[in-house]
């Protein structure tokens, strides 16, 4: 049955996979967005559904702190013996694990894991618990360091070894290690994240080595791929679903520009079968869009999606530790109070809620009412990458007048390239529209047919301007130069692919 990827569209980059019985569940990095690690489940590999987000606390970690591109790094989910794994790394934290026997009741508090490196995964292996990172080799080469750990205390019952420096391709990261039949395969993601990504794989008779490197190494790349239909694919990991077949999930990007996206690294699905001892990705180690593989379920696609505002969802992020008492839930609007904080500040969190977009094409559109009291009130859309990228439509005030203007800024580059003044500031309507090469904005109270300002997406590709590992959030925000009583109430807010 034909499947398309991404399986999972729009910023979630890293993913892990783990089987329950007929159920799967999938794990990617959130980075300095909060809630952390968003949880997906499965029943056919091809349909997921968010139900939730591993780390709810935020007072638990330092989100305070966490920097562009910081906080959660590369998570691990495993499913043993009843009882789910989660293992990751927070930046200025260190490495960690959480668990839980119901993914939809929570999770426990971390515990902690003093081994270095990043990108740690956990092998269960009879009555035994690994940890694996790509701390390297006390001269500081690249390689894979594995001890073994009590899972409930993280202390650690063996030495720290060094089990496999890699083929050379640099950059190691995302070990993985299984025990398949007679063998123990760890996998690596190679070549850094961008367009030299891959995954190779290597075996040993022993977790501890000697590992002999796969004859066909990478066994997943797209750095030759001359239809650039996905750049950078790798950072893999592997499961057997309840049938007997092997699948992975990587991650890569579908270029919005040269080999580069705008809405960041995403989640992809690709067969596996084994060959004398060796596993073969697909035809041809490369991943595809469009694939013909062994699944079982029709894989739907879901177009349109209109927030609930009087409800929790756990798609909704915010950037670091947020203020809870700016955001206000009623039964059918929800009310963002303006903070000082700017979107273009680098370490504190702003009054700002967002989503992942659901497509390299989408729209948002956005409903709302807001009475500017001061110079600086401001509340609209925003497609937020960093600090230092992001547009912005919104309602503001300066000079005793009130305007909707469209906003570009770029790290220190600041524009203003729409401005229309405002006479009534009842319920306003903005939206935005989003292809490969352009984001139109949209003034739907003045005119809702034609673009407000049509602005280039180039400069929103994470990888172009290699300055996070993020992508492009659908957000609404509320802001201030001073403490103001303005309220920004949201009536609306719908996405769409086009």
Known sequence: MKYQNPILKGFNPDPSICRAG?????????????????????????????????????????????????????????????????????????????????PKKGWSKPVRVALGGIDPSLLFDDDKVYFCTNQGTPDRRPGISVVEININTGEFLSDV????????????????IYHIGEWYYLIVAEGGTGLQHMANIA??????????????????????????????????DLVED???????????????????????????????????????????????????????GLQEKTCEWTADLGKADPRWLYLRKPHVENYVREKDRFLLKPSTVQLCDPEASPTLMAVRPPDTAFSVDLKLLFQPQ????????????????????????????????????????YQEVYRRELT????????????????????????????????????????????????????????????????????HFSTKTN
């Open 22 to 102: 007929e159920d799967y569940y999938l794990v990617t990095s959130s980075f300095e967005f909060f809630p952390g690690i968003p949880l997906y489940h499965s029943t056919d590999l091809v349909n997921w559904e968010q139900i939730g987000n591993c780390i709810e606390d935020p007072d638990l970690y330092p989100y305070e702190k966490a920097k562009i591109s910081g906080g959660i790094w590369a998570p691990t989910i495993r499913f043993h013996e009843g009882v789910f794994y989660v293992t990751a790394k927070f930046e200025g934290f260190g490495n960690f694990i959480i668990s839980t026997e119901d």
């Open 161 to 176: 070894r060094q089990v496999w420096e890699g083929t050379g391709g640099g950059y190691m990261e995302s070990p993985h």
């Open 203 to 236: 075996r040993s008779h022993s977790i501890w080595g000697p590992y002999e490197a796969c004859p066909h190494n990478p066994i997943l790349t797209n750095r030759n791929d001359a239809t650039k239909a996905i750049a950078c694919a790798g950072h893999a």
């Open 242 to 296: 309840h049938r007997g077949n092997w699948w992975m999930v990587h991650l890569g990007t579908r270029p919005t520009f040269i080999w580069y996206s705008y809405i960041g690294r995403e989640s992809f699905l690709m067969p596996v079968t084994w060959q004398n001892g060796w596993p073969f990705v697909g035809e041809d180690q490369k991943s595809h869009i469009e694939v013909d593989a062994p699944t079982w």
């Open 374 to 413: 001061k110079d600086g009130d401001e509340a609209g859309l925003t497609l937020y990458q960093s600090c230092d990228f992001h547009y912005s439509i919104a309602l503001k005030r300066e000079n005793g007048n009130n305007y909707i203007c469209v906003t570009k800024r770029a790290c220190d580059f």
């Open 424 to 491: 009534d500031t009842g319920e306003i309507a903005l939206s935005i529209s989003a292809y490969k090469d352009k984001f139109l904005f949209y003034d739907k109270t003045a005119d809702g047919q034609a673009p407000a300002a049509e602005c280039d997406t180039r400069f929103m590709c994470c990888e172009f301007v290699g300055r996070c590992f993020t992508g492009t959030l659908l957000g609404i925000y509320a802001c201030c130069r001073e403490e103001t009583d303005a309220v920004a109430v949201i009536t």
